[in-house]
């Protein structure tokens, strides 16, 4: 069983930065496939960006979006940049117990509560 939690989002100014972090627990962090999806209202839920061995990320937040992680802290960033009003929403963190890599929210197999992201105009 992994939980996580995630932190750092709030209300930014279109053109403004913020990281969001992802506090994993258990042992096998560094095994798992890590993603991080957004939902605005009214909409799917939708891949942002994932990392096991590469990275990847969708089209509309490539350049501006960077993953990472830090195994020995078990956590996931994402640092955002250059945020655009299209960017609010809620973003969630997740886990697949694999390292194979995946786009799709139905291959993770734990999530986080969410954290808001708002980005005005």
């Known amino acids: 069983q992994v939980q996580l939690v995630e932190s750092g989002g709030g209300l930014v100014q279109a053109g403004g930065s913020l990281r969001l972090s992802c506090a994993a627990s258990?042992?096998?962090?560094?095994?798992?496939?890590m993603g991080w999806f957004r939902q605005a209202p009214g909409k799917e839920r939708e891949f942002v960006a994932a990392?096991?061995?590469?990275?990847d990320y969708a089209d509309s937040v490539k350049g501006r979006f960077t993953i990472s992680r830090d195994n020995a802290k078990n956590t996931v960033y994402l640092q955002m940049h250059s945020l655009k009003p299209e960017d609010t929403a809620v973003y969630y963190c997740?886990?697949?117990?694999?390292?194979?890599?995946?786009?799709?929210?139905?291959?993770?197999?734990?999530w986080g509560q969410g954290t808001q992201v708002t980005v005005s105009s």
């Open positions: 997740a886990a697949r117990g694999s390292y194979n890599f995946s786009y799709y929210r139905h291959d993770y197999d734990y």
């Open positions: 990392i096991n061995w590469r990275t």
């Open positions: 258990g042992r096998a962090f560094s095994r798992y496939t």
